[in-house]
C-alpha cells in the first residue's frame, strides 16, 4: 500500500457530522490554524481512524477538527481550527 | 438545517451484472428523500454477534428515480464488497443512510447557464457518482459541454459502457474518452496508458472554457488527476475530489 | 429501543481461533492474521539523515542518538501479542530494536522520584502518554524492524515505540523521543476519550472503563 492512499475527503465525514450538527457540515468552511487556509470542510482530508476521524488541512496537515464517539460520547477537539463558517440557510 | 439521518432499510429489487468484477445494486427505499447528483449513503452491515462494517457508496442513480442504485465493485480481500456482490440475494434487506454530502454534488438547475464546462475524471468505480450526474443532465435535457475521461483496467471492465455509448452518440455535447490501462482489444485506438499530465492536457477543457471538474476514484488516481489539472490552470476550488481511498471502494 | 437489523449471511472478517490461543486474546479481542494499517494523518516521510531520536528529562540533560548511533545500541529481538483497541490482536509479531531500559540507563530515574510519567512525541505530531513504570523492566522498546525486515512507513517506520502490555495506540508511530515529566499529559488518543492507561486484559478502552 503507498502512503497516504488511505485518506479521504472531507466529503465522506457527511454522515458522522451530521449526527452533530444540525447544518450542512462539508460546505462549512474553516480557517486553518496552523498555516491561515481558508477550505470547506469537503476539503480537507480526512483519516478515518479506527478509533475516530481527523480532519486535516489540506495545504499543512495540521488536524482541524477531531471526533471520537464512545460509550454514547462524541468528543471534538477543533483547536486546530481559528474560524469555522457556516451557512445557516441554503443559498 | 438538514435533516438528522437515521439508519434506515431499503430492499434489494434487483442485482444487475455491469462488469465481471461490478455489480449495481438497484434498491427500494421507501423513507427516502430526494438526493442531488453526486452525493453518497452509508451502508452498515451488522452480523449475529454485533460486528459492524461501514462503508461509503456513492448514488450511481439520477435524482428523480424511483429506486437508488449503488455500483460496488468486488475487492477480493475487502470485508463490506464481497459481501454486497456475492452475498446478497433480491429481496435482502440493507441498511443505509443518506443521502450525504454537499460538498461534491453537480446539479442541472445551476449548471450550464454561465457558459461553463464540465469535466468528469473516473477511474475504475469512481464512475458510479458522476455517472449519477450524466444521467442526471441527459434526463433533464441539460446541455453544458461535458467531457468525461474515465480510467479502466479493461474494455470488458468498463462500467456503464454501453449506456455512456448510447448517451454520447445521441449527444454532441457530451464526449467520452476512455483509457485502458492493463488489457486493450486488438482493434483499439483509443489511450492504453494510466492518465497523466499529457492526457489531461489533450482532453480537458481549457481554463478558457471556465470548466468545472469532479474526479473520482482510488485516492492515488485522484491526487494525479487533481495536481495535474492544478498545473494546467485550474482553479483550485473548481477541481473536485472524491477520493475512495486505497482500493476504489 | 428498535431492534438492530442483521445483515443476512454477514460475518465480516474470519473472526475464529482456535482454543489454544483464544487465552492469548484478551476479552473483547478477535485474532488477525493481517496487520491493519491505522492511519491519524499523512505518513512522516523524515530521511534517516535527519532522524535522531532524543530524551529530555526534567532533571538531566538532553540525550540524543542520529539513526547511526541508534543502530550501534544493543539490540533485542522479542515475539509478542500486540493489542488493538479496534478490536484485533495479531498474536506472535516479530520485532527488533533497543530497549526502553538501554534509553534510560544514563538517566538516574531512582534518584527522582518524582518523575512518574513518559510522553513519547512522533513526527506528525501524535503524542501518548505512560507511566514510566510500564515502559521499564524489559517492557517497552523502541523497535525498527518487523519480521526480520526494516520497519514499512505505514507500520511506523523507521522506528515505533512497542508496548505490547497496553492497547497498541499506546506503541506510537514514527516515535522520535520521550519527555520524562512529573505530571501526566494525556496524548493524541487521550485527550478524546480514550483510556488514559489502557490495559487490554481489564477492556479497559474509553475513559471512565
Known sequence: ???????LDGNAAGGLLNEIFRFEMTTAEATCGGCGTVRPIGEMMLYQHGMGAILRCAECDTALIRITHVRGCYRLDLSGMTYLRIASEAH | MVQQLKWQLCTVVEIRQETPKAKSLILDWPERTTHLAGQHVDVRLTAEDGYQAQRSYSIASPPGEKHLMLTVERIDDGEVSPYLTDGLRVGDRLELRGPIGGYFVWDARNGGTDGSTLFLAAGGSGIAPLMSMIRHRASTGNKVPTRLLYSSRSYEEVIYREELDRLSAHDPTLRVIHTLTRRRPANWMGYGR???????????WPPAEKPLAFTCGPTAFVETVATHLGELGYESGRIKTERFGPTGG | ????FIARGFKGRARDTDRARRERIPPGQYET?????????PTPQTPIERW???IYAEVAEQLKWTWDEFQRLPRETMTVDIHCVTKWSKLDTLWTGVSVDTLLAGIDLDAQPSIRYLIAFCDGGYTTNLPLADVRGGRAWVVYEFDSKPLDPVHGGPARLLVPHL?????????????????????????VGYHNYGDPWKEQRYAGD
Open chain 3, 52 to 54: 535522531d531520536f532524543s
Open chain 2, 194 to 204: 494510466r492518465i497523466d499530465r499529457a492526457m489531461l492536457a489533450d482532453t480537458a
Open chain 3, 33 to 41: 492474521k493481517e496487520f491493519p494499517v491505522l492511519s491519524a494523518g
Open chain 1, 1 to 7: 500500500m503507498q502512503d497516504n492512499d488511505l485518506r
Open chain 3, 1 to 4: 429501543m428498535a431492534e438492530q
Open chain 3, 167 to 191: 492497547y497498541f495506540w499506546k506503541s506510537a508511530k514514527w516515535v522520535r523521543g520521550f519527555k520524562l515529566v512529573r505530571e501526566d499529559r494525556p496524548g493524541f488518543w487521550e485527550s
